[in-house]
């Protein structure tokens, strides 16, 4: 059991490291320590929780926490699986500080001494990436194996990488990348902590393409199984497994629905909800969206999805123990919702070969693969509707971008290799495209050049004077609501109608249960038992179950009150709403609901603007609750 936390901080254009120990009861976890630090360094913050290496399942995420360069604001991000070996470093959370002078890459060994030995290197980073020799994709996974390759006899256990891609130097929503080492090569079960951009941080701000870490291995978690099961027989009238099988069905396998995993039950529930053509489906009628879920999703998409993986059973966990098997595979190809959703369907592609080509293409560069699914599908529609021409933006062919004659496979691969072509424009900056300062920032530049068409067709949360993120992939005003944090689940996303104000409630009551989920470092596919357990479990450890409940109160608290929340610049984000509402309105009728229906119907901006701002004194109306409660 972790008695403090230590931080270990590198400024990694001197080398020059130290080591600071926080008491436990000051902090509590990657994300409050991370907040303090970003404050104070404006540093990358990579750590672990209270309960990592400890037999809870679940509990080895590994956080990144700082000032995002996409959110332009505080941000958080999770790491399956990849604090399970950061746990050798016998540390708590690496601090990154400084910039290397040029690209670079970073080793941490903890040896037999107790001591962590750090190296900074230089490297020629666009050489690693373009070689094709240590991996078939190259990019990101060419950079992995490198380090895997020149390090890896230098600990006596294997040990992990963290990697960024080409992404993360032409725009600010790179991602970092990691996977388990097995056998001596990195296999293909690779984990993200994608949003928030702090692979972009990384190399951009701190000048660090990747980090290797590990060593001597250290036993710092709870590992008492017995009491445990006690805790859990008295709270829920189970053994821990039997409450985490139940809590995670849906990640592993619904046997009413004979899939699994985010992707399979996601499409297999959705029905009309389906986004699809950049969120055109939302213009189109119930039975329009039911008839193209059901053509496009149910009899191909899906259908491949559960005869390639669920059938075979292709399943691997994050790389640490867990009986929940989440990441389904298809060879090298991992299926999660969002990102084949996000260069799925939303993009135009409906078929498995499409989208594994242009997300493995897309995961190469490094990109978030929810972010950039938005721009691709945005710009897609542009060139459709003619607000783009292919010249402005580097491609040479028109996607096809409508349901009416659409071959499921043909167009499918159309669409993704338009997609792959954007992708190169991205990086490559050709035409107007230059998401140096992100896609906000562009399209009010493209909006300029070739009209205002080009933004409203762009669907993104604002945050301060260039802040942007993709919102969730679900048709729920909950994704696109004013939040000091957006692009996570840390908001509701029910897909039912709640009025505005409520929502704003229910909002902060999410955000606080997912921070507390984060600042454990606990993935939150275990939530069901998780928000209910963790503060009695730190009470039963440590004595501070109170303490823990307020500091995170007290943390959501001050990551609110420094959030800028902007009213939605584009139109698509008014048309989800209002479209959402009329579908609601359609299936059950409300006083309440039928008022903002009427409203929209009259003035759709004008009562988008009092529905934001109904969401926003929710969210504050809650915090300011929350405020006078620790005060008391």
């Not at 001494?113 to 240590?134: Q, R, T, Y």
């Not at 821990?240 to 139940?246: R, S």
């Not at 080009?454 to 004077?465: E, K």
């Not at 942007?468 to 692009?487: E, H, I, K, R």
């Amino acid at each position: 059991m972790k008695k403090d936390l230590k931080v270990f901080t590198i400024d990694v254009e001197t080398s020059l490291n130290y080591i600071e120990n926080y008491k436990v009861g000051d902090f509590f976890g990657p994300v409050d320590l991370g907040f303090h630090l970003s404050k104070k360094n404006n540093s990358l913050n990579i750590g672990t929780g209270l309960f990592a290496d400890s037999t809870l399942s679940g509990s080895n995420r590994l956080m990144f926490t700082g000032n995002s360069p996409c959110w332009d604001g505080f941000y958080v991000s999770a790491m399956g699986g990849a604090g399970l070996i950061f746990e050798s470093l016998d540390i708590s959370m690496l601090s990154i500080i400084g910039k290397a002078k040029n690209p670079s890459v970073l080793y941490l060994n903890h040896r037999c001494d107790g001591k962590i030995e750090s190296k900074i290197e230089e490297v020629d980073i666009s050489k690693i990436w373009a070689d094709k020799e240590l991996d078939e994709d190259g990019g990101i996974y060419s950079l992995m194996t490198y380090m895997l390759d020149k390090y890896a006899d230098h600990y006596t256990k294997e040990p992990r990488i963290l990697a960024v891609g080409k992404s993360a130097q032409s725009t600010d929503f790179g991602a970092v990348c990691s996977a388990p080492v097995k056998k001596g090569k990195v296999t293909a079960v690779d984990t993200w902590a994608g949003r928030g951009g702090f692979g972009s941080k990384m190399l951009r701000e701190h000048g660090i393409a990747a980090i290797i870490y590990g060593g001597v291995p250290q036993t710092r978690g709870f590992r008492d199984r017995k009491m445990i099961d006690r805790w859990f027989n008295d709270k829920y009238q189970m053994s821990f497994n039997q409450k985490d099988k139940k809590v995670t069905e849906k990640y592993n396998f619904v046997n009413i629905l004979k899939s699994g995993g985010t992707l399979g039950v996601n499409y297999s529930t959705l029905g009309g909800d389906l986004l699809s053509f950049n969120y055109g489906s939302i213009y189109k009628t119930e039975k329009q969206r039911v008839d193209l879920n059901d053509k496009f999703i149910t009899q191909h998409y899906l259908k491949q999805f559960n005869e390639e993986t669920i059938a075979t059973k292709s399943q691997k966990t994050c790389g640490e123990p867990c009986a929940t098997m989440c990441k389904k595979m298809n060879g090298k190809y991992k299926k999660d919702y969002e990102p084949y959703q996000a260069m799925g369907p939303l993009s135009g592609i409906f078929d498995q070969r499409a989208a594994e080509k242009i997300n493995k293409y897309s995961d190469a560069y490094g990109f978030d693969a929810i972010s950039v699914g938005g721009v691709i599908s945005w710009l897609m529609e542009c060139l459709y509707k003619g607000f783009l021409v292919p010249e402005d933006i580097g491609v040479n062919n028109i996607p096809q971008f409508k349901e009416n004659n659409f071959d499921v496979v043909e167009a499918s691969m159309n669409n993704a290799n338009i997609g792959i072509s954007i992708l190169d424009a991205i990086i490559e900056q050709k035409g107007l495209l230059d998401f140096s300062k992100g896609a906000r920032v562009l399209a009010h530049k493209l909006s300029n050049i070739r009209g205002k068409e080009v933004l409203d067709a762009f669907s993104y949360n604002a945050n301060g004077n260039t802040g942007w993120m993709v919102p969730n992939q679900y048709w729920t005003p909950g994704v696109l609501s004013p939040m000091a944090l957006m692009g996570k689940y840390y908001m509701y996303y029910g897909n039912d109608f709640v009025p505005p104000r409520e929502l704003g409630h229910k909002n902060a009551q999410r955000f606080i249960a997912e921070l507390m989920i984060d600042n454990i470092s606990v993935c939150r596919f275990h939530r069901g038992w998780v928000e209910e357990m963790t503060p009695e479990i730190i009470g039963h450890l440590y004595g501070l179950q109170k303490e823990f409940t307020n500091s995170i109160k007290s943390l959501a608290l001050e990551i609110n009150d420094q959030g800028k929340p902007i009213f939605w610049e584009s139109q698509k984000n008014i048309d989800i709403i209002h479209t959402f509402l009329n579908k609601k309105e359609s299936l059950k009728y409300s006083i309440e609901l039928d008022k903002w229906v009427k409203l929209f119907d009259k003035d759709s901006k004008s009562a988008a603007k009092n529905f934001w701002s109904e969401i926003y004194k929710g969210v504050q109306e809650y915090f300011d609750e929350i405020r006078d409660t620790l005060k008391k």
